[in-house]
């Protein structure tokens, strides 16, 4: 920026919409920064005692602001007065490559380059020459350039820390000597004062402990560093009345104390509350929005201009966009659904996922690139590409920068306004989350091919190989996608390959065994049903013999019981004949032994009438004993009545 440039300063225009949304208040809108008072005073302190100064914060503080709209514009009002008011300004951020970015932000038309774009690439490429030479390659090009001697050079380096993080995502060495080189340059050209250079750094806070990595850089910040304090409520409605103002609107107190009450320690917050300030003004002027209103415990969908009553904002804007919490989602979907009928939504989506990705911390990161490697990553044609990012960088939307108006080229960098768009749009945290899965996948695939080709490890199966396929086949990634994560994508897709293959070929391999299982087994069951056919039919057959078996055997049966029966009939007759002959024997025996016994007792009864002296006995104790003994001979038949043997014993004691 040459000392020209102050002539716009001094006119301050009215703008369409007072605040900026989420991308930072330029050097233009100086005039409509508020809320920082005294800091660009604390600024300029620091900066004129050391020639270097590190403006630290958390994302979303406002640094990038406090240096474009509140520190340059003090300078050129000449309020270091030990430099003057003679200045120009280098801005530019280190990306990929800080040292060609560097040569390419010293050689604009308005700087030191040349008016002939055939000289202004020229004079790049010797001023990349030159800062490559050594440590004071920055002070030798600015003496090349011939700056005047009341002249001042002050390099904003912004987003410092974009330093860090390719360094995480790369594994080549010489952007790690490329980014040493580019810190000395730094450190050198604000060290010496044979020139009057300065340099400023604008750099997130969580990453103040990656700066040990280079020699010096940590004393110099130490020496000269200032930390961006929160602001105050008084500084937060001020920030809010104070662009109102400018832009002759006015607001409610009732909406200014919404608007406090929702800023709360959220590290969104400021960006997110001049992007939802920014779509009030909007839709104030239009009121083509509705909201939602209770009536009588229903919600009623009601036309904003139907609701808004008096000429300033009110809570019914506030509403209409959606509030603190939905207004930045809303409005980028509003963008996207605008480009739904132009046949590029997948572009949409990977143009986002290409200037995002998820650090290593969990942290969202913007990743900026040029529009030529955003078309490559993307797949599209330069057509397609320029349609998205008109879309979302179109006044009233700034979700993209460089802002509208600046005509775009294949060198243009690319980048989201504000990390607080990723964190907020729930579209885009989503594809957040899918890039950074996928980024996963694939350096897990390449890391595993590295190591397969060292003999490491083997091919892979299935799940991880399916995974992998399936991931390959939906994102569809490209050598230039994959260098941002890992440099051996055609080893990794090669692995990927000849794992199909393998896995393929066990297939086959697996198939042609299962079908000489199966042959087998047909053929063992062809076998085993013929002998059980055979077991089955001998089954039948014996089981047919034991029947007819049985059948006789229950034949003979009866037959030997029926003989059985008659023999026994026969034997029963005969022995009743032969027991009534006995019993009649018995009977004359009994007979004559009953005589026999009277006689004798008449005998006695003679014997005591003759004799007195003779003593009767009882006849039971008669001497006369009697014993009827039948002996049958067991050998014989006991049918065989004529065989027995009868022996009648009489014996007398």
């Known amino acids: 920026m040459r000392p020209e440039t102050t002539d716009t300063f001094t006119e301050l225009r009215i703008p369409a919409n007072?605040?900026?949304?989420?991308?930072?208040f330029d050097f233009e809108e100086s005039h409509l920064f508020f809320g920082r008072d005294g800091q660009s005073e604390?600024?300029?302190?620091?900066?004129?005692?050391?020639?270097f100064l590190a403006v630290v914060g958390t994302s979303g503080s406002g640094k990038s602001s406090l240096v474009h709209a509140g520190l340059m514009p003090m300078l050129l009002g000449g309020f270091m007065t030990s430099a003057g008011s003679n200045w120009r300004f280098v801005v530019m951020r280190?990306?990929?490559?800080?040292?060609?970015?560097?040569?390419?932000?010293?050689?604009?038309?308005?700087?030191?380059?040349?008016?002939?774009?055939e000289n202004v690439e020229l004079e790049t490429v010797l001023a990349d020459a030159t800062l490559h030479r050594g440590s004071r390659g920055l002070v030798d090009t600015v003496r090349q350039a011939l700056i005047a001697d009341n002249e001042n050079l002050l390099v904003i380096v912004d987003q410092f820390e974009e330093i860090f993080r390719f360094s995480r995502v790369t594994e080549q060495k010489e952007y790690r000597d490329e980014t040493a080189a580019f810190v000395k340059l730094l450190l050198e050209a604000a060290g010496q004062r044979e020139l009057p250079i300065y340099v400023v750094l604008t750099m997130r806070s969580d990453y103040l402990g990656d700066c040990s990595q280079f020699w010096g850089l940590p004393e110099a910040i130490n020496e000269s560093q200032y930390l961006i304090p929160r602001l105050t409520r008084g500084q937060l409605k001020e920030a809010i009345t104070g662009p109102i103002s400018v832009g002759r609107g006015q607001i409610t107190p009732r909406l200014v104390a919404r608007l406090l009450n929702d800023v709360t320690d959220n590290q969104d917050q400021l960006p997110v509350l001049q992007h939802l300030l920014m779509r009030m003004w909007d839709e104030w002027k239009e009121q083509r929005l509705t909201l939602d209103r209770v009536e009588e415990g229903n919600t009623v969908v009601?036309?904003?201009?139907?609701?808004?009553?008096?000429?300033?904002?009110?809570?019914?804007?506030?509403?209409?966009?959606?509030?603190?919490?939905?207004?930045?989602?809303r409005h980028a979907d509003e963008a996207l659904d605008d480009l739904a009928g132009s046949g590029v939504p997948q572009v949409t989506e990977k143009i986002f996922k290409a200037l995002t990705e998820k650090g290593i911390d969990n942290r969202e990161i913007r990743r900026p690139a040029t529009l030529a490697e955003i078309c490559t990553i993307a797949d599209a044609d330069t057509t397609e590409v320029i349609t998205v990012i008109e879309t979302f960088r179109r006044s009233g939307r700034s979700f993209l920068i460089p802002p509208a108006g600046v005509l775009l080229t294949s060198d243009s960098l690319i980048d989201i306004s504000h990390t607080?768009?990723?964190?907020?749009?729930?579209?885009?945290?989503?594809?957040?989350?899918?890039?950074?899965?996928?980024?996963?996948?694939?350096?897990?695939?390449?890391?595993?091919?590295?190591?397969?080709?060292?003999?490491?490890?083997?091919?892979?199966?299935?799940?991880?190989?399916?995974?992998?396929?399936?991931?390959?086949?939906?994102?569809?990634?490209?050598?230039?996608?994959?260098?941002?994560?890992?440099?051996?994508?055609?080893?990794?897709m090669s692995f990927l390959d000849r794992s199909v293959e393998e896995r393929d070929r066990e297939i086959k391999e697996k198939e042609s065994q299962r079908k000489k299982s199966i042959s087998r087994t047909r053929c063992s069951m062809f076998v085993f049903g013929i002998l059980f056919l055979f077991s089955l039919v001998a089954l039948v057959v014996g089981a047919r013999q034991t029947a007819k078996?049985?059948?006789?055997?229950?034949?003979?049966?009866?037959?030997?019981?029926?003989?059985?029966?008659?023999?026994?009939?026969g034997a029963d007759l005969k022995f009743?004949?032969?027991?009534?002959?006995?019993?009649?024997?018995?009977?004359?025996?009994?007979?004559?032994?009953?005589?026999?016994?009277?006689?004798?007792?008449?005998?006695?009864?003679?014997?005591?009438?003759?004799?007195?002296?003779?003593?009767?006995?009882?006849?039971?104790d008669h001497p006369l004993i009697y014993r009827f003994d039948l002996i049958t001979d067991t050998s014989a038949d006991r049918y065989s009545l004529p065989t027995k043997e009868r022996r009648l014993r009489w014996t007398l004691t």
């Open 18 to 24: 007072p605040f900026p949304g989420l991308r930072p």
């Open 42 to 51: 604390q600024l300029i302190s620091k900066l004129s005692a050391t020639h």
């Open 94 to 117: 280190p990306g990929n490559d800080p040292g060609g970015n560097l040569a390419q932000a010293l050689n604009p038309p308005d700087l030191f380059g040349s008016e002939v774009t």
């Open 302 to 329: 009601t036309p904003h201009r139907e609701v808004h009553h008096g000429n300033a904002l009110d809570l019914c804007c506030y509403h209409a966009v959606g509030g603190m919490s939905q207004a930045l989602s």
């Open 420 to 492: 607080s768009l990723i964190r907020r749009w729930g579209r885009l945290k989503k594809w957040v989350e899918d890039e950074a899965r996928s980024a996963r996948i694939y350096r897990r695939v390449a890391e595993t091919a590295v190591l397969e080709a060292e003999g490491g490890t083997g091919l892979w199966r299935d799940p991880e190989l399916q995974i992998a396929l399936t991931w390959r086949q939906k994102a569809r990634p490209n050598k230039f996608w994959a260098q941002r994560y890992h440099r051996e994508f055609d080893l990794a």
């Open 549 to 569: 078996a049985k059948e006789q055997n229950r034949v003979a049966l009866e037959q030997l019981r029926l003989l059985t029966t008659v023999s026994s009939a």
């Open 576 to 620: 009743s004949h032969r027991q009534r002959s006995r019993t009649r024997s018995s009977q004359v025996l009994r007979t004559s032994l009953i005589s026999e016994l009277a006689l004798n007792e008449t005998v006695a009864e003679l014997k005591k009438e003759i004799d007195p002296q003779f003593q009767a006995t009882s006849t039971r």
